[in-house]
């Protein structure tokens, strides 16, 4: 059992005020708030370790390597990948995703294709279409269900040699649908296509463990798992990552360099131009250690028990739908109710002291399928309490009130 | 003091009348359902204003040197503020639009309600009802 008040305790944001109530923060599918430790280890990095990393030969230089470096262990045990070297560090999941499709523009040709599915982000939408054009292949998309699970079946159907990638979110930021990577990966496998994950809304909700899952590449970011902002990881299996061409040339990156032949460093290094978010990346550590430190699994399950009480609470109020209702749902409501739009919602309940998030939640391609313009979105973290629910839900009726 | 000026002390007034958001947002609300419809063909692609959460359509017709302006948005509190906007620049010498200055938008303490998106879909809308004016005018 999670102590939630203490666990509370070390998210000093929760504790502050907004247009004059307590906050209710449930908008962490966008991104999390940062406990102490992470706060700390950011700053601390600033007071007392401070220094470029891998090139000096001086103390700090070695320290903030050091430091820098014990990050990506931490992530590879956390994901538990084969090598350290498999964990790039980026500016985010949609940069992760970006060296990934990148690098397939010169790996792919004509008759290729690549398949995505309707309820992606727009991060893993975009990239792939820069990625057909530039390299002539095609993009197929799964089609997605009246519940927001995808049609697996027509995703069978799509799959054929030509397939030669397939991209998919883990977990739908919109819907919370957790997909069944785990199939799509064994079928995608079968025809002999690589599988790029989307992690972005699962790394800190369920565990993932990548020798398990046998994904080619999982992305995710950390700052939607309490970590900071500007920091992402592109785990991508050792030969692939070898095979993939560099995204960026800069420092750091490289061999050696001539004006005739510049050869390309080894992997990590190969992505990992220019100096990178030193101190994102040492405090990152610290949020997975808060992680561990609660236990995945423990946290999914308080989670769960949220997603069940909210979901029963808010369909009591009279003319709200959810939107996506799968059976296997991470902690994200999407809902409309009746007559209402859901930036008005959005607005009042702001005024007392609740965050939400209203609009297409860069999913445009699912708003088209449900014929609705936006949705007002509850994503539901562990510091989260039944009571904040409660609030919430007093918040929604008064708009309602309002606006009807 | 021109009548748009003058319409324009007038909504500080009234807003000045309220004491909490709840009343300042109830009242915006109120604008939005009494705004006159716009007529369902001018909800045009072209009539859409960018920048904006919610879908705002706005219409000018310039009939008796006057612009006449209809609106209308999907959201109820974005059409009580298309509402006030309209109140002020709509049945106006274009010349009069061109050259509005629009103090009461921050004396009103709307824009500080607004976040900065939501700001910009305000400015869009100011800015295409003086390009009207601009273009009437010519």
């Not at chain 1, 991060?123 to 699970?149: F, H, R, Y």
């Not at chain 1, 159907?157 to 064994?186: D, F, Q």
């Not at chain 2, 106006?92 to 824009?111: C, R, W, Y």
Request: proline letters at 3%.
């Amino acid at each position: 059992m999670l102590d939630i008040n203490q666990i509370r305790k070390q998210f000093p944001i929760l504790s502050r005020k907004v247009n004059g109530h307590e906050l209710v923060y449930f908008d962490n599918g966008a991104t999390t708030q940062k406990p102490n430790s992470v706060i700390t280890a950011e700053s601390n990095y600033y007071q007392n370790e401070n220094s470029n990393v891998h090139r000096g030969v001086h103390f700090l230089s070695g320290l903030a390597t050091d430091k820098f470096e014990e990050t990506r262990i931490t992530i590879q045990n956390f994901i538990n990948a084969k090598h350290s070297h498999e964990i790039i560090f980026t500016k985010g999941t949609t940069d992760s995703i970006n060296i990934v499709a990148s690098g397939y523009r010169s790996l792919l040709n004509k008759g290729d294709e690549i398949i995505i599915s309707e309820l992606e982000h727009h991060s893993n939408i975009v990239p792939w279409q820069m990625c057909c054009e530039q390299s002539g292949a095609t993009l197929k998309v799964i089609p997605l269900l009246d519940n927001g699970t995808l049609d697996i079946t027509e995703f069978g159907n799509l799959l054929s040699k030509n397939t030669k990638l397939v991209a998919i979110s883990h977990i739908s930021n919109t819907l919370g649908t957790i997909n069944p990577i785990e199939k799509i990966i064994k079928k995608a496998k079968a025809v002999g296509a690589k599988v790029l994950i989307d992690g972005a809304q699962a790394a800190s909700h369920i565990s993932i463990n990548m020798q398990n899952l046998d994904a080619d590449f999982y992305c995710f970011s950390a700052h939607k798992l309490y970590g900071p902002t500007g920091v992402g990881v592109l785990y991508g299996k050792e030969d692939l990552l070898n095979e993939l061409p560099a995204y960026q040339g800069g420092g750091e990156m490289i061999k050696e360099v001539s004006f005739k032949k510049t050869t390309y460093a080894g992997l990590p290094h190969k992505f990992e131009a220019g100096t990178p978010n030193i101190a994102g990346v040492v405090a990152f550590k610290a949020a997975i250690n808060f992680i561990t430190g609660l236990g995945i699994n423990n946290i999914a399950k308080y989670e769960e028990g949220l997603l069940q009480y909210a979901t029963e609470e808010v369909l009591k109020i009279e003319g709200l739908k959810i939107y996506g209702t799968a059976k296997n749902k991470s902690a994200i409501i999407s809902f409309n109710i009746k007559g209402l739009h859901p930036y008005d919602i959005g607005m009042i309940v702001d005024k007392m002291g609740v965050a939400i998030r209203t609009g297409h939640h860069c999913t445009q391609p699912i708003m088209d399928k449900f014929n609705i313009p936006g949705t007002a979105r509850i994503s539901l973290a562990v510091y989260n309490t039944k009571d904040e629910i409660d609030i919430c839900i007093n918040a929604i009726k008064k708009a309602k009130m309002m606006l009807s | 003091m021109s009548t748009i000026q003058k319409i324009q002390a007038e909504i500080i007034e009234d807003f000045e009348l309220f004491d909490d958001w709840m009343q300042k947002y109830e009242y915006l609300i109120d604008l939005g359902k009494e705004l006159a419809p716009i007529k369902e063909k001018y909800k045009t692609k072209d009539n859409l204003i960018k920048g904006c959460q919610s879908r705002v359509w706005l219409h000018a017709e310039h009939t008796q040197g006057k612009i006449i302006f209809t609106a209308d948005s999907d959201a109820i509190m974005t059409k009580g503020i298309v509402a006030i906007l309209i109140n002020v620049l709509s049945n106006q010498e274009p010349k009069d639009i061109a050259t509005a200055k629009l103090d009461f938008i921050n004396e009103i303490g709307l824009k500080e309600q607004l976040s900065a998106t939501r700001a910009n879909g305000l400015v869009s809308m100011i800015k295409k009802m003086k390009l009207y004016a601009i273009a009437f005018n010519n």
